[in-house]
């Protein structure tokens, strides 16, 4: 079993940045695959990027390219979202989520465990 803990979010201006972080607990975190999604207020969650079990290949959504960087430190069992030039669209809850199978999916229904989501508003 997994468990997963998300903190980080908050209260941000447009053009600001944001480090989110997932702590994990359960041996299994270092062999994951690790993925931050995230769900607007009557959206559905969307997928906003992962990373392979360690650290060499990340996957981002359109959206957040070249602003999110997803990253991991496995000794710690946690995984990062650094969140930079946020726009007032990137408000959601944001959330972690683990897969046991190591390559990168962006589907929620292919990820196994998930946190509670920690709450990212940016404002313009």
């Known amino acids: 079993q997994v468990q997963l803990v998300e903190s980080g979010g908050g209260l941000v201006q447009a053009g600001g940045s944001l480090r989110l972080s997932c702590a994990a607990s359960?041996?299994?975190?270092?062999?994951?695959?690790m993925g931050w999604f995230r769900q607007a207020p009557g959206k559905e969650r969307e997928f906003v990027g992962a990373?392979?079990?360690?650290?060499?290949?990340?996957n981002y959504a359109d959206s957040v390219k070249d602003r999110f960087t997803i990253s991991r430190d496995n000794a710690k069992s946690t995984v990062y979202l650094q969140m930079s030039s946020l726009k007032p669209e990137d408000t959601a809850n944001y959330y972690c989520?683990?897969?046991?199978?190591?390559?990168?999916?962006?589907?929620?229904?292919?990820?196994?465990?998930w946190g509670q989501g920690t709450q990212v508003t940016v404002s313009s």
């Open positions: 989520a683990a897969r046991r199978l190591a390559d990168i999916a962006t589907m929620e229904r292919n990820y196994d465990y």
């Open positions: 359960g041996r299994i975190f270092s062999s994951s695959v």
């Open positions: 990373i392979n079990w360690s650290g060499s290949k990340t």
